[in-house]
């Protein structure tokens, strides 16, 4: 079984999102209260907050962690239209400091006029970039082109989506095969507006990003967007929450010499579930794409795996609280056989003003990802 162990997060308002760093050491929460705290692990596995400020002037959405090469540095996104990076920095400046770390702001990125509603950092082999998705349907990618110097962030593409924006999620390839590319949702409520996942690639040739693929199929509002990892495979793998959760398989067709245009694809969708009974609010891999998280407004969050024909199935429920699902005809689910040794979960769980959402949010931490919500779980074995 799962054990779940709750941190008093002292956030005033709704958590609307758990990131873990690249060690899966730490964590950062952002909240409606306008604030970001990040935690630190210990050695007995304990988390503890070891700074909280305040980062905007309204509802902060997300916050995400950049690769550890580049430092310690966060990006954060706001209803008040704008995203921030962060950088940590140690004290040295006199003896009362030393040692002692602090969170200050190096840029604000202010280009949208509408609320920013999701920030991602560009895979680490694309040197340091950062882009953001906003309600006003922009896509927007920026380059700090000086590492050592985070205040300097220059804007690099702006790509109109047509769509309200909600989720961003970059495929995390690094083969020279496969050219960068990304994946936008939109929330957009109108149904009679199909394709509401865009996939983007970049085009050396012209310089740009340009529209590869429109999933028509995808009609309801998304929440969050997913690629798996890519671990060497030809094709790439989309995880997508909407109403449900549904896993699209990407492969890329062969192109003639000559073709100067993005890459098409055969889409193919791989595995659909309407198991949450409701709007699906995060899905997230661990990082052998072997496992996918998912959290719904059922107050669950279900872990789904794929076996040697590819037919993917639920391998385990949690409630909101970290407790087994109790089926009514049978004994809880068991879980100590839904991951084994190749996910590993943290020690303890996370519980601020998220009563009311508990479900709604679902990552796995590296290095073997970890899942979070408003809990965090971990295997006894693992203790």
Do not use: C
């Given at each position: 079984m799962f054990v779940a162990r709750s941190i008093a997060a002292d956030h005033k308002d709704l958590i609307h999102d758990v990131s873990y760093d690249f060690h899966g050491r730490r964590m950062a929460t952002c909240s409606s209260d306008q604030s970001v705290k990040v935690w630190d692990k210990d050695e007995n596995g304990e988390w503890h907050c070891t700074a909280s400020w305040k980062t905007h002037s309204g509802s902060v959405w997300r916050v995400t962690w950049a690769h550890p090469e580049f430092g310690q540095v966060l990006a954060s996104c706001s209803f008040d239209r704008t995203a921030a990076v962060w950088e940590e920095i140690v004290g040295e400046s006199n003896d009362k400091q030393r040692g002692l770390s602090h969170w200050i702001k190096r840029t604000t990125l202010v280009d949208s006029r509408t609320s920013v509603t999701d920030v991602k950092f560009a895979p680490k082999h694309m040197g340091l970039m950062l882009t953001t998705c906003s309600a006003d349907g922009v896509v927007r990618i920026y380059e700090a082109p000086d590492v050592m110097n985070l205040s300097q962030w220059s804007l690099q593409h702006e790509i109109s989506c047509k769509l309200s924006c909600s989720c961003i999620s970059w495929n995390p390839s690094s083969s020279r095969a496969h050219p960068p590319m990304f994946a936008v949702g939109s929330d957009d409520?109108?149904?009679?507006?199909?394709?509401?996942?865009?996939?983007?690639?970049?085009?050396?040739?012209?310089?740009?990003?340009?529209?590869?693929?429109?999933?028509?199929?995808?009609?309801?509002?998304?929440?969050?967007?997913?690629?798996?990892?890519?671990?060497?495979?030809?094709?790439?793998?989309?995880?997508?929450?909407?109403?449900?959760?549904?896993?699209?398989?990407?492969?890329?067709?062969?192109?003639?010499?000559?073709?100067?245009?993005?890459?098409?694809?055969?889409?193919?969708?791989?595995?659909?579930?309407d198991n949450h009974n409701s709007q699906v609010w995060r899905v997230s891999w661990n990082i052998t794409s072997t496992l996918l998280a998912s959290s719904g407004d059922d107050g669950c969050v279900r872990l789904?795996?794929?076996?040697?024909m590819d037919n993917w199935k639920c391998t385990g429920i949690l409630k909101g609280d970290g407790s087994p699902l109790t089926s009514s005809s049978g004994p809880p689910m068991a879980m100590s056989t839904v991951v084994g040794s190749s996910v590993q979960m943290p020690q303890n769980s996370l519980n601020g003003m998220s009563a009311g959402r508990i479900g709604k949010r679902a990552s796995f931490a590296p290095p073997v990802r970890q899942l979070g919500s408003s809990k965090i779980y971990q295997h006894p074995a693992h203790y």
């Open positions: 409520s109108n149904v009679s507006y199909g394709g509401k996942v865009q996939i983007y690639e970049y085009n050396e040739n012209t310089r740009k990003y340009a529209k590869a693929e429109t999933l028509m199929t995808v009609t309801d509002a998304v929440h969050d967007i997913a690629f798996a990892p890519n671990l060497g495979r030809s094709v790439h793998v989309l995880a997508i929450a909407t109403k449900d959760v549904r896993i699209f398989k990407l492969v890329p067709m062969r192109r003639d010499s000559t073709s100067t245009g993005p890459t098409k694809f055969e889409v193919q969708i791989m595995a659909q579930f789904w795996k794929a076996n040697y």
